[in-house]
């Protein structure tokens, strides 16, 4: 645990020796384990290959990814240290096109480069590394005050449904949509948790259901086809979920059946909040129809790890994100507050306040 970034139960990543750690979550709820990254492309190569996923994560794990490759550099001269720089930058911005955090975190740490370039090698990375800490930090005090605003909107003993990982794991720590739940819970409210299984990479039979475990925080888990059948028993009170990434008009992408589950939500009448922090709201990007959706591979699908379950050769559909349309989504809950039914100009309005 380390004091200076706020309390938390789960280390997504940390800084040990020198090297970056981050829990494999490909093999949870099986085992815990870290593995350990000392360059750039270590670390684009984690992010492709989901050992750190989630928006918030994978912009931490960018940021030290830079910080990183600067360190192996500090012996070089100013030109080598900047052509191996943008290789680095290059390299990691092409690890996963959706989660647009990953584009900020770079951008951020190539303005910190650009604005020091008169420094030597060796002071680079000193202030490189030290800007990486700071977005990790930032990412905690962030997930808190998302999560102190989501909790207002959550009544005690709320039934609450979400889908895929929104949790510690998908961020440097307390989480986004999870983040809201433990929040209410902090504050003495009774909240049980519904996760759907989030086909086909499980991330909440593993991911969201194991936190959910470890904090005794009270979890029921369900294939994603049952979402709909629980709502019309009237069975789920609320609906909060993680993004990727939000246009500019408020259109929301996250994990492939997200869509569904909003529209779900929308026909019997329960409110669908997305937790993001601004860093995940990119105003180039005008509308949904704009975000870049990641197609991954077929054998996500057809099995899982030694199991296979399809027939060799059947053609498969990979989409890892969909996008719910701003007209769905009942609020937006970000470190600046909650944004009641996101449009375009209430979504400009979080960047003046």
């Known amino acids: 645990m380390m004091a200076d970034i706020g ?27 870290y593995l350990s990254y000392s360059s750039a492309v270590e670390v684009a190569e984690g992010i492709r290959s989901m050992v750190v996923r989630g928006a918030p994560a994978i912009g931490c794990a ?3 990814g830079i910080a990183l490759e600067s360190l192996t550099l500090t012996g070089r001269s100013r030109d080598q240290f900047g052509a191996a720089m943008e290789e680095a930058f290059a390299a990691l911005a092409a690890s996963r096109p959706t989660a647009v955090n990953l584009f900020w975190a770079l951008k951020r740490m190539r303005a910190v480069w650009e604005s020091n ?33 989501g909790a207002a909107l959550l009544p005690d003993g709320a039934r609450v449904l979400t889908h895929c990982n929104a949790g510690a794991l998908a961020t440097a720590g307390h989480g986004t949509a999870l983040g809201v739940i433990r929040s209410a819970v902090e504050a003495g409210k009774k909240i049980s948790v519904i996760a759907d299984e989030t086909r ?13 475990v470890q904090e005794n925080i009270p979890v029921t888990l369900i294939t994603d086809n049952m979402a709909g059948h629980l709502m019309s028993l009237g069975e789920v009170d609320a609906v909060v979920v993680g993004t990727d990434r939000v246009a500019a008009n408020g259109d929301v992408a996250n994990k492939i059946g997200t ?8 026909r019997h009448g329960i409110p669908f909040y997305v937790a993001c922090p601004l860093s995940t709201i990119d105003r180039d990007i005008p509308d949904g129809t704009a975000i870049p959706i990641e197609e991954r591979a077929a054998s996500e699908v ?10 060799e050769g059947v053609k498969v559909r990979n989409p890892a994100f969909d996008v719910t349309p701003a007209e ?5 809950i970000t470190e600046k507050g909650v944004v009641r039914e996101p449009n375009r100009q209430r979504v400009a309005e979080l960047f003046s306040l």
């Open 7 to 33: 309390d938390r139960a789960v280390e997504t990543m940390r800084w040990r020796n020198g090297r970056l750690e981050m829990i494999d979550q490909r093999v949870l709820p099986a085992r815990f384990e």
């Open 62 to 64: 960018a940021a030290y």
């Open 117 to 149: 370039h008169e420094r030597t090698p060796i002071e680079l990375a000193d202030i490189l590394l030290g800007e990486a800490h700071e977005v990790l930090a930032e990412d905690i005090r962030i997930n808190r005050a998302m999560g102190a605003y």
């Open 200 to 212: 086909p990479f499980l991330q909440g039979a593993r991911l969201t259901a194991w936190e959910m």
């Open 259 to 266: 869509y569904m589950v909003a529209v779900l939500a929308r």
């Open 302 to 311: 057809t099995g899982f790890r030694e199991c296979q379950w399809a027939p």
């Open 328 to 332: 769905l989504v009942s609020a937006l």
